[in-house]
RNA sequence: GGUCUGAUGGGCGAGUGGCUUAACCAACGGUCUGCAAAACCGUCUACAGCGGUUCGAAUCCGCUUCAGACCU
């Protein structure tokens, strides 16, 4: 349609999002054999070592069978974030794009596919120290004084967080204090640009089949061996890499808080809520079309439509 | 055939005449700029059916239906 427009572009990024459980990665290799693209993960959690069973990482055919990147390749001590990936993603796409005309990009990680795709502002990451004695001042004063703190600081970003959610407030506060200047005030919204074409396609299919699906790969899981994984990180448990949905709730098992069947319900549980956070993501995001995970024919047919 | 007990929202489960939206769970909807598989917000006003008593009934009475237990 616009080609003519898009020469400086140097190739296509798939991107294929949806919730977990859907049929994101078999759909991501289909595609990548297809085309002849490599993949490249925006999963926040699969880019841990040690956690293969648990984050539900492609599996050794699939990476035989296709180039994955940002696949277990650090340890769950390593600290990582969008901003990290960022970074890390746009220069080795400028990389992969020298050979290829396709990449594909797979995994659940909403806030990961926004900095890939549209970039995050230039704001200072977190600080360990300030923001240990935030957490501190959280616990000690409490929630409203942190929100007080916010609002004298940057009272435009005070009125519309969700004062609730200590996690958004302490950010902000991170970077009022960081940069000496209001967080809003280096909030830009804008979307970067980016030196490739992207085509955004996410998979769906009924809810009901999918939290069969959710339910039934949990216990796949714990079959594989899950509950091994778990013990050998058992004891670094308190790193951020681990919380998440498939570890936390084993944890708490082996602290005897909960049953094993209990755990196990939890985890499927939590998972289905996960699912659903992220077809919530992924719906407000526009540039997403739905399509069936098996529908390979019509997906493809969509792309190439697209691409340059 | 008879006696008794029970029947509360998707589940569980309080509540014995008037301020319960009980609580909890599940589910559902949403928020989202460096911990994002995180963190957080919101929604779900039921009392088996019919009739009666009463100013007022989920709560008392009667009948019906259903379930369970027991008796002959």
């Not at 994955?68 to 796409?93: M, P, T």
């Not at 704001?123 to 004298?152: H, I, M, T, V, Y």
Request: charged residues 30%; proline residues 3%.
């Amino acid at each position: 349609m616009t080609t003519m427009m898009m020469s400086s572009k140097r190739g296509t990024l798939i991107v294929i999002g949806g919730p977990t459980g859907s049929g994101k990665s078999a759909l991501a290799v289909e595609l990548a054999k297809h085309f002849c693209a490599p993949i490249i993960s925006t999963d926040s959690r699969q880019v841990y070592r040690g956690m293969a069973i648990g984050t539900a990482q492609p599996t050794k055919e699939e990476q035989e069978a296709v180039q994955h990147y940002f696949i277990a390749d650090r340890e769950v001590e390593d600290s990582f974030n969008c901003g990290r990936y960022e970074v890390e993603a746009l220069a080795l796409l400028d990389r992969l794009f020298k050979s290829n005309r396709y990449v594909v990009a797979v995994g659940g990680s909403g806030l990961y596919i926004q900095a890939l795709c549209s970039g995050m502002d230039a704001l200072p990451e977190a600080n360990e120290s300030l923001r240990a004695e935030l957490k501190q001042r959280l616990e000690s004063e409490g929630l409203s004084s942190l929100a007080d703190e916010l609002r004298r600081l940057d009272p435009k970003y005070a009125e519309e967080v969700d004062l609730c959610n200590h996690a958004r407030v302490m950010r902000a506060l991170e970077v009022c204090l960081t940069t000496g200047r209001p967080y809003s005030e280096q909030r830009s919204g804008s979307v970067a640009k980016r030196p490739f074409n992207i085509i955004k396609i996410a998979t769906d299919m009924p809810r009901d089949i999918l939290y069969e699906r959710i339910n039934k790969r949990v216990d796949q899981m714990v079959e594989n061996g899950l509950i091994d994984e778990v013990k050998h990180l058992y004891p670094k448990r308190e790193l951020n890499a681990l919380q998440t949905v498939g570890y936390r709730e084993f944890f708490d098992h082996f602290d005897g808080k909960c049953s094993m069947e209990e755990a196990i319900e939890l985890v499927k549980r939590n998972s289905r809520r996960y699912a659903k956070r992220q077809m919530t993501w992924f719906s407000r995001d526009k540039e997403f079309v739905w399509f069936a995970p098996t529908d390979i024919e019509a997906i493809i047919e969509h792309i190439n439509r697209f691409a340059i």
